[in-house]
């Protein structure tokens, strides 16, 4: 097997000169890096990272934790996390924790194993693991949250606005005359604290809105088949919501098949607004109207601090984005029925 010194003399340089190649070919010369890309080439040299890894304390590897893998929203993240990685020389390990703060201890303590340089994470509810992330940073690890951050948390985020596109959404329902207006969100639960749907009540309050207590009824649980049963109580009730907003793409694929269920017709009977603009809202009929997120640039802007701090060596600095959402109009919010 190639090692490093048989390329360095392959190519007539010196081994550092070699290394430069690989983890600073900028500071080459165009000649001299040719001469040992063309060594590297004709050897068949793979480098060990670990090895590079071991010398530093941390290897060029980036931890990704989401909430759910197979929701669209965090599979767009993840790839343009993985792309800002590759462009830098990057390895991206990404793993979820299904919104469980349970689930996430031991995928921590996997990638620390794994000596990370930084961590991506979208912290999961029911519980906190601060402490670890504490103690993760304390050892050298780069944490940044993302989509939603423990209260009080110490670290560098990326954040969707969420008071403000609760508002957009709102507004938008309320100009269109709509006043019984149901979110299909988490309230009355301290273990979830969900900034939409906190900031919800605020908003409507804001707008000069009432909100009767009794749609404000949490998501019995996380997903599609949480919002599906919501819609399915709001809907029944003597005097039902004219317009459902739904937490995020899932909730509202949820809310659409019990609206289908129950014969209701968006947006004649009901408005159907959702978070998250996912591609197959514009085949249903009528297309989904939505609030939607810049994940490319959320992904993007937390692999770049996560990369930045750990080339530099830079882990107290915190950084704090709120990127604004984009209210997508097509078709399934009409003025309500009088």
């Given at each position: 097997?190639?090692t490093?010194k048989?390329?360095?003399?392959?190519?007539?340089v010196s081994?550092t000169?070699a290394k430069r190649?690989l983890?600073e070919p900028h500071?080459?010369?165009?000649?001299?890096?040719e001469?040992v890309?063309?060594?590297?080439?004709?050897l068949?040299?793979?480098?060990?990272?670990?090895?590079?890894?071991l010398?530093?304390?941390?290897?060029k590897?980036?931890?990704?934790i989401?909430g759910n893998?197979?929701?669209p929203?965090?599979?767009n993240?993840?790839?343009s996390v993985?792309?800002?990685g590759?462009?830098?020389?990057?390895a991206v390990?990404?793993m979820e924790?299904e919104?469980?703060?349970e689930?996430e201890l031991?995928?921590?303590?996997m990638l620390?194993?794994?000596r990370?340089g930084?961590l991506?994470?979208?912290?999961g509810f029911w519980g906190s693991?601060?402490?670890?992330l504490k103690?993760?940073?304390q050892?050298g690890?780069?944490?940044?949250?993302?989509d939603?951050?423990?209260?009080?948390?110490?670290?560098?985020?990326?954040?969707?606005?969420?008071?403000k596109a609760?508002?957009?959404g709102?507004?938008?329902l309320a100009?269109?005359?709509h006043?019984r207006?149901?979110?299909?969100?988490h309230f009355?639960?301290?273990q979830?604290?969900d900034e939409?749907?906190?900031?919800?009540p605020k908003?409507?309050?804001?707008?000069?809105?009432?909100?009767?207590?009794a749609?404000?009824?949490s998501?019995?649980e996380?997903?599609?088949?949480?919002?599906y049963?919501l819609?399915h109580e709001?809907?029944?009730?003597?005097?039902p919501?004219t317009?459902?907003?739904a937490?995020?793409?899932t909730?509202?694929?949820g809310?659409?098949?019990?609206?289908?269920?129950?014969?209701l017709r968006?947006p004649?009977d009901?408005?159907l607004?959702?978070f998250d603009?996912?591609?197959?809202?514009e085949?249903?009929?009528p297309p989904?109207?939505?609030?939607?997120?810049?994940?490319?640039e959320?992904?993007r802007?937390?692999?770049?601090?996560v990369i930045q701090?750990?080339?530099?060596r830079d882990?107290?600095r915190v950084?704090?984005?709120r990127?604004?959402?984009?209210?997508?109009?097509?078709?399934?919010?009409?003025p309500p029925?009088?």
């Open positions: 097997m190639a490093i048989d390329v360095a003399k392959r190519a007539g081994p000169t190649a983890y500071l080459l010369a165009s000649e001299t890096l001469r890309r063309k060594a590297i080439e004709e068949g040299y793979e480098p060990d990272l670990n090895a590079g890894g010398r530093r304390g941390w290897n590897t980036i931890g990704l989401v893998i197979v929701e929203f965090f599979a993240l993840m790839r993985v792309r800002a590759r462009e830098k020389g990057y390990i990404a924790n919104y469980q703060a689930n031991p995928v921590l303590r620390y194993g794994y990370v930084g991506i994470i979208r912290s693991n601060l402490d670890y103690r993760l940073h050892r690890v780069y944490v940044v949250e993302i939603h951050f423990y209260p009080g948390s110490p670290f560098s985020h990326v954040m969707l606005d969420n008071e609760v508002l957009e709102v507004r938008y100009d269109l005359g006043r207006i149901a979110f299909l969100g009355h639960n301290p979830v604290p939409r749907s906190l900031a919800f908003v409507m309050q804001a707008l000069g809105l009432s909100l009767p207590e749609y404000l009824r998501l019995p996380l997903g599609e088949q949480g919002a049963a819609t709001l809907m029944r009730l003597p005097e919501p317009a459902l907003f937490l995020n793409g909730g509202a694929a809310a659409l098949r019990a609206l289908r269920e129950l014969g968006i004649q009901v408005s607004l959702t603009n996912y591609s197959w809202m085949l249903v009929v989904l109207d939505a609030i939607e997120q810049p994940v490319e959320m992904g802007l937390a692999a770049q601090l701090a750990m080339e530099a882990l107290a950084v704090r984005y990127l604004p959402g984009k209210l997508v109009r097509r078709g399934s919010c009409a029925q009088r």
